[in-house]
T-cell receptor, first 117, second 113 residues
Framework: AQSVTQLGSHVSVSEGALVLLRCNYS??????LFWYVQYPNQGLQLLLK??????LVKGINGFEAEFKKSETSFHLTKPSAHMSDAAEYFC???????????????FGTGTLLAVQP | DTAVSQTPKYLVTQMGNDKSIKCEQN?????MYWYKQDSKKFLKIMFS???????INETVPNRFSPKSPDKAHLNLHINSLELGDSAVYFC????????????FGNGTRLTVT
């Protein structure tokens, strides 16, 4: 069965520092991977996705992630943190069990990013 | 211009009551979902409908009954509410297909007392 593991439930960085949020996946088939962001009292917003093709994926707000099959990883990075990046970040993989066309997302447990001034 | 809208935003009720949450999307998507987010922020899929047909039905108590009158609407009715049902319930929509990203509503915070 597909699953994702997010290492670090809390990450704190200084404004302007590199952001690195870790995600490792487990999948018996080529994975479709997503990163979502959740601001307080809001729904989830798509940051970026990997399906096929280029392994370095660029998303919104300056975030990017690299798919590394050999490491089963899909870590999220941003070169320079901004105060507005403070939020909860979720990695997700498409799960199975309902046929190839179904978009059933399996989410990680989330990483809360704090940005210090 | 809200894409996925849920009502109500907050719902406080007593154990044993029956309540409904409504969801509407104006993105033209053919698939809609209900997710539950618990107090530890863990998100789990409950149901999904594609063109009014139930396509995902996870292990959810049968007190929860989704209904999709058309592909733009997906409602969730919960009977005999229990304390453990307290959570944030998110509606989402997408086009069918594993590469299609989900668009989420802002959630309904259900508190059962």
């Amino acid at each position: 069965a597909q699953s994702v593991t997010q290492l670090g439930s809390h990450v704190s960085v200084s404004e302007g520092a590199l952001v690195l949020l870790r995600c490792n996946y487990s999948s018996s088939v080529p994975p479709y991977l997503f990163w979502y962001v959740q601001y307080p009292n809001q729904g989830l917003q798509l940051l970026l996705k990997y399906t096929t093709g280029a392994t370095l994926v660029k998303g919104i707000n300056g975030f990017e992630a690299e798919f590394k099959k050999s490491e089963t990883s899909f870590h999220l990075t941003k070169p320079s943190a901004h105060m507005s990046d403070a939020a909860e970040y979720f990695c997700a993989v498409v799960g199975g069990g309902y046929g190839g066309a179904t978009n059933k997302l399996i989410f990680g447990t989330g990483t809360l990013l704090a940005v210090q001034p | 211009d809200t894409a996925v809208s849920q009502t109500p935003k907050y719902l406080v009720t007593q154990m044993g009551n029956d309540k409904s949450i409504k969801c509407e999307q104006n993105l033209g998507h053919d698939t809609m979902y209900w997710y539950k987010q618990d107090s530890k922020k863990f998100l789990k899929i409950m149901f999904s409908y594609n063109n009014k047909e139930l396509i995902i039905n996870e292990t959810v108590p049968n007190r929860f009954s989704p209904k999709s009158p058309d592909k733009a609407h997906l409602n969730l009715h919960i009977n005999s509410l229990e304390l453990g049902d307290s959570a944030v319930y998110f509606c989402a929509s997408s086009q069918i297909g594993q590469a299609s990203p989900l668009h989420f509503g802002n959630g309904t915070r259900l508190t059962v007392t």
